[in-house]
């Protein structure tokens, strides 16, 4: 009986690059997680560990972003129809390649900086009741509404310790997916429009505070559901901060003036914050 090497192929799983083009006042992002598979002659690397037909996955990620800052992103197919031919064609031991492309999309919201992300958002309520004619409430919210700026977050003038190493920036993307939960002074709200106009109030506040930290557009955004909701007396809040780091791209001859960005997914900052009106009724076991 003979062990043989059987079907293989090898990459970079889900490369997230973010990139935006400032072409003019208003900003068009594309959002998207690429995946690179490349087969051929790859026997020697599993049978002996010879690593010389070996493009690194690494090498891989990198051709992503140097590509995004160079040739743009159009229509993902065209992106994906020309990593796929650079690495069978630049490669000699690479015979095919495969690419996948996810691309998120994003509405914009008021302005020319500032996008929701579409889908995914879940509505969200939570009653407690001790029956008819007991004690009830209702905490309304809503979880994962992905917004993000492309400009206009600044985060700077921190606090410094011997293991802070964050550049301050007066120029960086902000995004998050807002978790936010509300409740009311009374039963009987209508909930359905309170519910759409907290949402549009919790947008428009986003986009339209020029942030210093994440901390001051939460508030921002607590203050103006209360402002425009009567019936609203308190916002719980919990945003993570969805860090994108722009791509150095100097190794490759390219600059990158803000174009290019790794969206992390972890670890992420997470901001957390209730904003109330002072004479909201006590409630605490409304939000258990
Ligand atoms: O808006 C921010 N708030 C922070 O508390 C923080 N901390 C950090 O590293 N980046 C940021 N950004």
């Not at 889900?14 to 026997?43: N, P, Q, Y």
């Not at 000699?92 to 889908?119: L, N």
Request: proline share 4%; with cysteine.
């Amino acid at each position: 009986m003979a062990i043989v090497l059987g079907p293989n192929r090898y990459g970079k799983a889900e490369t997230r690059v973010v990139r935006v083009s400032r072409d003019g006042d208003a900003h068009r992002i594309k959002d998207l997680s690429v995946s690179v598979s490349l087969s051929g002659d790859m026997d020697e690397v599993h049978l002996s560990g010879d690593n010389s037909a070996v493009l690194p996955t690494d090498s891989q990620k990198n051709t992503v972003f140097a590509f995004a800052r160079q040739h743009g992103i159009g229509e993902i197919e065209d992106f994906a129809l020309l990593l796929a031919r650079h690495f069978v064609d630049s490669q000699r031991a690479v015979a095919h390649a495969r690419v996948e492309i996810h691309e998120y999309g994003w509405d914009r919201i008021a302005g020319p900086h500032s996008f929701v992300r579409d889908g995914g958002e879940v509505r969200t309520a939570l009653v407690h009741s001790d029956g008819t004619g007991g004690a009830e409430s209702v905490v309304s919210g809503l979880t994962d509404l992905v917004v993000l700026k492309s400009t206009g977050s600044e985060f700077h003038g921190f606090a410094e310790d011997a293991y802070t190493t964050l550049a301050p920036t007066d120029d960086r993307i902000l995004a998050t997916a807002v978790t936010a939960r509300w409740r009311y002074r009374a039963l009987g709200a209508p909930w359905g429009e309170s519910y759409r106009a907290a949402r549009a109030a919790l947008l428009g506040a986003f986009a339209g505070t020029h942030s210093l930290s994440l901390q001051q557009t939460l508030y921002q955004m607590g203050r103006r559901v209360l402002g425009e909701r009567p019936e609203i007396c308190e916002v719980r809040m919990a945003m993570p901060n969805k860090h994108h780091f722009l791509v150095d791209l100097k190794p490759f001859g390219l600059d990158n003036d803000n174009e290019v960005y790794f969206a992390a997914d972890r670890p992420y900052g997470l901001i957390e914050g209730s904003v109330l009106i002072d004479d909201a009724p006590d409630a605490p076991s409304a939000w258990v």
